[in-house]
C-alpha cells in the first residue's frame, strides 16, 4: 500500500496566484516524522521542512507555509504569491520510526508557475 | 553547510564498461545513502550505509557495488549495465544512522545513460 499519496500530479498556475499542494499518508506509528522536498530541473533535491508527529502547529517560512492535520493524515503545502522559481517537482516524505531512517516518497507534483 | 557533491554530473556509458560514481560530504554525517530515480518517478532507496558499513541493501542486482572508503566518501561501482538501468542516481547524507526522522540532504545527482 501506498504510503505517501500526492494526488495531484502536476499542477500549472500563473505567477502570483496561490497554490496548495496536497498530501497524505498512511502509517500504523504513533512517532513518524514528515517531510517536503523541492526538486528543480536540476535535479537535486532540496530540503524545505521536517514535521514530527507530535507537532501539530502550522509553520510559515517567507512564502510557504504548512498545514499538519493528523486527524485527516495530511500534511499539505502552500506556496503563496507564487514565482517562477518556484516551479520544480514537489515531494512529501514519511518517515516511520521503524529503526530506519528510510524515506518514503509520494510520486511528486510537479509545479508550473507560468510568468 | 548542507551540500553533497556528486561526480560527474552526466555520465554515457556501454554495456561493458566498468564505471564509478563518487558522492562526497563534509558535515560530519555518519549515514549515507544511494538512491535512483527513473524519469518521472520518486527516488527509490538502493543502498545505505551506517559508520561506514552497509546496512541496507534493498535487493539491489549485483552490477551495482557500494563503496564506503571513509566517513565523507561513498562510491558506487557500475559494470554491465543495462538501458533500463538509466537514471539520476541520488547521494544523500544524514547525521546519524540511529536518529529517526533525522534529515536527509541529496547532492545533485549523476544523470546516466547505458547505451
Known amino acids: 500500500a501506498q504510503k505517501v499519496t500526492q494526488a495531484q500530479t502536476e499542477i500549472s498556475v500563473v505567477e502570483k496566484e496561490d497554490v496548495t499542494l496536497d498530501c497524505v499518508y498512511e502509517?500504523?506509528?504513533?512517532?513518524?516524522?514528515l517531510f517536503w522536498y523541492k526538486q528543480p530541473p536540476s535535479g537535486e533535491l532540496v530540503f524545505l521542512i521536517r514535521?514530527?508527529?507530535?507537532?501539530?502547529q502550522n509553520e510559515i517560512s517567507g512564502r510557504y507555509s504548512w498545514n499538519f492535520q493528523k486527524s485527516t493524515s495530511s500534511f499539505n503545502f502552500t506556496i503563496t504569491a507564487s514565482q517562477v522559481v518556484d516551479s520544480a517537482v514537489y515531494f512529501c516524505a514519511l518517515s516511520e520510526d521503524n529503526g530506519a531512517n528510510n524515506l518514503f516518497f509520494g510520486t511528486g507534483t510537479r509545479l508550473t508557475v507560468i510568468p | 553547510d548542507t551540500e553533497v557533491t556528486q561526480t560527474p554530473k552526466h555520465l554515457v556509458m556501454g554495456m561493458t564498461n566498468k564505471k564509478s560514481l563518487k558522492c562526497e560530504q563534509h558535515?560530519?554525517?555518519?549515514?549515507m545513502y544511494w538512491y535512483k530515480q527513473k524519469a518521472k518517478k520518486p527516488p527509490e532507496l538502493m543502498f545505505v550505509?551506517?559508520?561506514?558499513?552497509?546496512?541496507i541493501n534493498e535487493s539491489v542486482p549485483s552490477r551495482f557495488s557500494p563503496e564506503c572508503p571513509n566517513s565523507s566518501l561513498l562510491n558506487l561501482h557500475l559494470h554491465a549495465l543495462q538501458p533500463e538501468d538509466s537514471a539520476l542516481y541520488l547521494c544523500?547524507?544524514?547525521?546519524?544512522?540511529?536518529?529517526?526522522?533525522?534529515?536527509?540532504?541529496f547532492g545533485a545527482g549523476t544523470r546516466l545513460s547505458v547505451l
Open positions: 514535521r514530527n508527529s507530535f507537532d501539530e
Open positions: 544523500a547524507s544524514s547525521q546519524s544512522p540511529n536518529r529517526r526522522g533525522d534529515i536527509q540532504y
Open positions: 558535515m560530519g554525517h555518519r549515514a
Open positions: 502509517t500504523r506509528d504513533t512517532t513518524y516524522y
Open positions: 550505509y551506517s559508520y561506514e558499513k552497509l546496512s
